[in-house]
């Protein structure tokens, strides 16, 4: 039922039924105040932050600071393609997943090489494409959120890459490797020379029994790369590490753009220490889902629609320009994702951890009930890589 039509039958006293079953539930009521502190649901994020084993690397490695890291990034392809069931030379770090990225947009778009991609989801590549003077071709996802991969084959003649993120970030949408699979044999069929990228920054967090990632096909195919980070599952944004996965010879072009020298001894003795951590990421996928549920129930609860997310984020229709749902939300001390058009109603909302959630989801269920403002807002500004504040997450 759309949220509207809720309303309209419960009426506000529903919602503050929802927000009161949701409080009998074990949330703290909404403060009276906005906290000095926001809670951070905004950039998708791990609150939880680093686990124990990679804070103790880091302070470990800080004893050798006073050296250039020269065998580092060798150290951590190694560990990553172990992980991975691939060779190390399937492997190449970069200073987040973004550097990466940007590397391959470069490598693989320009002013007759188009980038095919999704709208809406993660804007680094479109941004970045744009920058360089290579067409974006936008397609929608659908009814559902979910990407349109035949809509995105059906465009990809004459395309220099296709940008697929899986789960798709702002949607948290899933598909599975067969359906990857069928997609990248059609794009090969209507642009052989195309490179398909599959982000996997969230890939941790799928919880599906049997799911697999794209990794297997990327060893196979020269003609797909999958990226990953460790800004995510592992909490270590402000760390910077992410990698990419492909056949040697795919990966050959994007040395030119990133230097394994870049990479942080700090941070990448983090990154080797999450990795062993399989324990921790387990607990952490448990925490998030159980977070996640809790959030999504009672936002459902209280009327509203949920996107099944397989990430640490969902996307929920709010009924009204997202940008006054957040701006509510702002004042009661909650920070929320930035608008992701077309879907002007839908707020993305990092999860945080269980008492995160439990203090913002009754903040959630009060902005709700201010009343749905009929100003029209101007559309928001597209994304503008590099330009101050333009943090794509
Ligand atoms: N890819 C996706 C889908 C993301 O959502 C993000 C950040 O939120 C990134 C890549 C960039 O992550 P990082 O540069 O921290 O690895």
Same mark, same amino acid.
């Given at each position: ?13 529903? !919602? ?6 949701? +409080? ?16 951070? !649901? ?12 990679? #804070? ?24 990553? +393609? &172990?992980? %991975? ?28 090489? /188009? ?15 744009? $920058? ?9 996802? &659908? ?7 035949? *809509?995105? +084959? ?17 949607? *948290?949408? !899933?598909?599975?490797?067969? /359906? ?16 398909? #990228?599959?982000?996997? $920054? ?18 196979? %195919? ?9 800004? @995510? ?8 590490? *992410? ?25 990448? %003795? $983090?990154? #080797? ?37 397989? $990430? ?24 929320? /994702?930035?608008?992701?058009?077309? #879907? ?24 709700? @009930? ?18 101050? *504040?333009?943090?794509?997450?």
């Amino acid at each position: 039922m759309e949220r509207r039509s809720f309303i309209r039958l419960v009426g506000l006293n529903g !919602l503050a039924v929802a927000a009161t079953a949701c +409080a009998a539930r074990g949330s703290r009521p909404a403060p009276a105040s906005a906290p000095s502190t926001p809670i951070r !649901l905004s950039s998708n994020e791990n609150a939880h932050g680093p686990g124990e084993r990679a #804070l103790a690397a880091v302070r470990e490695a800080l004893g050798s600071a006073n050296r250039y890291a020269f065998g580092a990034a060798g150290e951590l392809r190694h560990a990553v +393609a &172990d992980a %991975n069931g691939v060779p190390a030379d399937h492997v190449l770090p970069g200073c987040g997943s973004s550097q990466v990225l940007e590397a391959i947009v470069a490598a693989s778009t320009g002013p007759d090489r /188009a980038l095919v991609t999704a709208v809406p989801t993660f804007e680094l590549a479109t941004g970045q494409a744009r $920058a360089l003077g290579a067409p974006v071709i936008e397609v929608p996802v &659908d009814s559902s959120l979910r990407l349109d991969l035949e *809509g995105m +084959a059906a465009r990809a003649a004459g395309a220099g890459l296709i940008y697929v993120c899986n789960p798709n970030n702002p949607t *948290g949408t !899933l598909h599975d490797a067969a /359906a990857i699979a069928r997609f990248v044999d059609e794009v090969g069929r209507r642009a052989p020379d195309a490179t398909v #990228l599959v982000d996997e $920054a969230y890939h941790e967090y799928v919880e599906r029994p049997g799911h697999e990632s794209a990794v297997a096909i990327a060893r196979d %195919n020269p003609r797909v790369i999958v990226v990953r980070t460790f800004s @995510k599952i592992y909490g270590m944004a402000g760390l910077r590490v *992410g990698y990419a996965i492909a056949r040697p010879e795919t990966l050959r072009p994007l040395s030119a753009y990133l230097d394994g020298l870049s990479l942080s001894v700090l941070s990448v %003795n $983090a990154a #080797l220490a999450a990795l062993s951590d399989t324990e921790r990421a387990a607990e952490q996928r448990a925490l998030n889902s159980a977070a996640r549920a809790f959030t999504a129930d009672a936002l459902r609860s209280a009327g509203c629609r949920v996107i099944e997310s397989d $990430a640490n984020f969902v996307m929920v229709d709010v009924g009204r320009d997202v940008r006054f749902f957040a701006a509510a939300c702002r004042r009661r001390g909650v920070e929320i /994702a930035r608008p992701f058009p077309p #879907l002007l109603t839908h707020a993305r909302i990092t999860i945080g951890t269980m008492s995160d959630m439990q203090a913002a989801v009754p903040v959630f269920l009060d902005a709700l @009930k201010e009343p749905a403002p009929t100003t029209r807002l101007p559309a928001p500004p597209p994304y503008v890589p590099r330009s101050e *504040g333009a943090w794509a997450c």
